[in-house]
């Protein structure tokens, strides 16, 4: 995905229907690096941009989200907006789709419009479009979340405000013993219990798989560097499916017995030749001196 600048400094105003997609906005907007403040009253805008800037510095970018919860600070939100009074550029985010999705979408949720009071739901959601007239008029991008499910919604997002960095898949790949336990988030789990274990090789036992001695060992065994050959290429498949699916973080797990030796020169090697394919990797080792 090409971006045609980056975003620091920037301040972001997310707004818009009920339902359309504000929380699964705000997320995708996190997770590219946005400090987000949800539900925030607009008349704080000022107060939290300046918050923002002394505790992480003036190129963090700022993403708030403002509903109608906050009722008549509407107007204080628009003229903080056409003023430039927090000394960022501003861009503002309305979301919205039809009424027959939002009614869904709610009812699916089972929560009840803010606005709807004793009434049906339609009539909330029609008081709040009313409420948000003006707010979507000077809107600078609108999206209608009517026909998009969650992955298409954080595409457009990514799209609008991601950056080449931010938009990279970030692969982790962390060695572990199974003696241990096998670690929860992990997304794939790979097994090298097949290979001789350097613990019963005298002069490698008090070594671990970072040492090159070891690292040869194991890669030198049959079937490790055609194991090697085989599970990058399916690895490397996979995260440019995370890509296309919005899923921009992978966790691959490599276990051994006791997370010294085994696991640990095969990850530092998956994590080599990932990094030769252009993925963004760190290794990580878990369990490394716990024997």
């Given at each position: 995905?090409?971006?045609?600048?980056?975003h620091?400094?920037?301040l972001?105003v997310?707004?818009?229907?009920?339902?359309?997609?504000?929380?699964?906005?705000?997320?995708?907007?996190?997770?590219?690096?946005?400090?987000?403040v949800?539900n925030?009253?607009?008349s704080?805008?000022?107060?939290?941009?300046?918050?923002?800037?002394?505790?992480?510095?003036?190129?963090?970018?700022?993403?708030v989200?403002?509903?109608?919860?906050?009722?008549?600070?509407?107007?204080?939100l628009?003229a903080?907006?056409?003023?430039?009074?927090?000394?960022?550029?501003?861009?503002?985010?309305?979301?919205?789709?039809?009424?027959?999705?939002?009614?869904?979408?709610?009812?699916?949720?089972?929560?009840?419009?803010?606005l709807?009071g004793?009434?049906?739901?339609?009539?909330?959601?029609q008081?709040?479009?009313?409420?948000?007239?003006?707010?979507?008029?000077?809107?600078?991008?609108?999206?209608?979340?009517?026909?998009?499910?969650?992955?298409?919604?954080?595409?457009?997002?990514a799209?609008?405000?991601g950056t080449?960095?931010?938009?990279?898949?970030?692969?982790?790949?962390?060695?572990?013993?199974?003696?241990?336990?096998?670690?929860?988030d992990?997304?794939?789990?790979?097994?090298?219990?097949?290979?001789?274990?350097?613990?019963?090789?005298?002069e490698?036992?008090a070594?671990?798989?970072?040492?090159?001695?070891?690292?040869?060992?194991v890669?030198?065994?049959?079937g490790a560097?055609e194991f090697?050959?085989?599970?990058?290429?399916?690895?490397?498949?996979?995260?440019?499916?995370?890509?296309?699916?919005?899923?921009?973080?992978?966790?691959?797990a490599?276990?051994?017995?006791g997370?010294?030796?085994?696991?640990?020169?095969?990850?530092e090697e998956i994590?080599?030749?990932?990094?030769?394919?252009?993925?963004?990797t760190?290794?990580?080792?878990?369990?490394?001196?716990?024997?």
């Open positions: 995905m090409e971006q045609s600048h980056d620091h400094g920037e972001v997310v707004t818009g229907m009920t339902g359309a997609g504000r929380s699964t906005a705000a997320k995708e907007l996190e997770d590219l690096g946005y400090y987000v949800d925030m009253p607009p704080l805008l000022r107060e939290v941009v300046q918050l923002v800037d002394e505790s992480r510095g003036v190129e963090q970018p700022i993403a989200v403002v509903d109608v919860r906050s009722g008549s600070f509407f107007q204080t628009q903080n907006l056409a003023q430039g009074a927090t000394g960022r550029h501003a861009t503002l985010v309305f979301l919205e789709a039809t009424d027959d999705v939002l009614v869904r979408r709610q009812e699916a949720a089972r929560r009840p419009h803010p709807q004793a009434g049906r739901l339609l009539d909330g959601l008081r709040e479009r009313g409420v948000l007239a003006d707010l979507r008029s000077d809107a600078d991008l609108v999206i209608d979340t009517t026909a998009l499910n969650v992955h298409q919604l954080t595409d457009r997002i799209e609008a405000f080449p960095d931010n938009t990279r898949l970030k692969v982790t790949v962390t060695s572990f013993g199974f003696k241990y336990g096998i670690p929860v992990s997304d794939f789990v790979a097994d090298m219990r097949f290979l001789p274990n350097p613990h019963w090789v005298p490698l036992r070594s671990t798989g970072r040492d090159k001695e070891v690292a040869d060992y890669m030198s065994q049959p560097a090697i050959d085989a599970y990058v290429p399916v690895l490397e498949g996979v995260a440019e499916g995370y890509l296309r699916e919005g899923k921009r973080f992978m966790t691959v490599v276990g051994c017995t997370g010294k030796h085994r696991s640990v020169a095969m990850a994590t080599r030749r990932l990094k030769a394919a252009g993925y963004e760190r290794a990580s080792h878990r369990d490394l001196g716990r024997e």
